[in-house]
């Protein structure tokens, strides 16, 4: 009796735990989609990537 309600426990947290992964990651797509973007934000953030190319991360070797 014991094994057989181990097994549908374990169905429903799996069943659970995938579902409660996919509305996160329904929900960062939303977030993402939506964020706001204005001019100034762009040049900002297109500014800071170039300055992270130029002096790099500093974990690449050196040559």
Known sequence: ????????????????????????????????????TTPRLERQRDEATREGYRHGSGDSPRR
Request: net charge positive; hydrophobic share 65%; glycine share 14%.
């Open 1 to 36: 009796m014991l094994g057989e309600q181990g097994g549908w426990l374990w169905l429903i947290i799996d069943v659970a735990l995938v579902a409660a992964l996919a509305l996160g990651i329904a929900y960062g797509v939303m977030m993402w989609r939506n964020r706001r």
